[in-house]
C-alpha cells in the first residue's frame, strides 16, 4: 500500500529556510516520481516541484526557481525539498503525491495536479515575522 508522510514544515522568518521531507512507502524512488505541491487558504493547489524516479530529472516552479531544491535519498525512500529564502508568499500546506503511471518530470512543464494520486496529509508552512 503506498503510503507518504509529510514533515518538516513550521513557523520561520521571511529570508529563512526549511526543510520538508516525504517519507515514501508501499514502492521505491527509483520506480514513481514524487511531485510536491501546495495549497494556501483561498487559492488552488499549485505544483512546487518534482522529481523523477530514480532523480533522472527536476521541475521547480517558476517563483521557487533558485530558492528552494528537491532532492532523494535512496536509502531512506525519502524526498526532500529544501526551502531557502523563504517569502510570505510561501505560506500554504505542503503536500507531495504520486502515482503508479508517473516516472518523469519535465523540467519545463508543470505537473498535472490530476495525474498524482496518492497524496501524503500535508504540512503547514508559515512565513511571518
Known amino acids: 500500500q503506498v503510503q507518504l508522510v509529510e514533515s518538516g514544515g513550521g513557523l520561520v522568518q521571511p529570508g529563512g529556510s526549511l526543510t520538508l521531507s516525504c517519507a515514501a512507502s508501499g514502492f521505491t524512488l527509483d520506480d514513481q516520481a514524487i511531485g510536491w505541491f501546495r495549497q494556501a487558504p483561498g487559492k488552488e493547489r499549485e505544483a512546487v516541484s518534482c522529481?523523477?524516479?530514480?532523480?533522472?530529472?527536476?521541475y521547480y516552479e517558476h517563483s521557487v526557481q533558485g530558492r528552494f531544491v528537491i532532492s532523494t535519498d535512496k536509502a531512506k525512500n525519502t524526498v526532500y525539498l529544501v526551502m531557502n529564502r523563504l517569502k510570505p508568499e510561501d505560506s500554504a500546506v505542503y503536500y507531495c503525491?504520486?502515482?503508479?503511471?508517473?516516472?518523469?518530470?519535465?523540467?519545463?512543464?508543470?505537473?498535472?495536479?490530476?495525474?498524482?494520486?496518492?497524496w501524503g496529509q500535508g504540512t503547514q508552512v508559515t512565513v511571518s515575522s
Open positions: 503525491a504520486t502515482d503508479r503511471a508517473i516516472y518523469y518530470c519535465d523540467h519545463d512543464y508543470e505537473p498535472i495536479i490530476e495525474d498524482f494520486t496518492s
Open positions: 522529481i523523477s524516479g530514480g532523480a533522472e530529472s527536476t
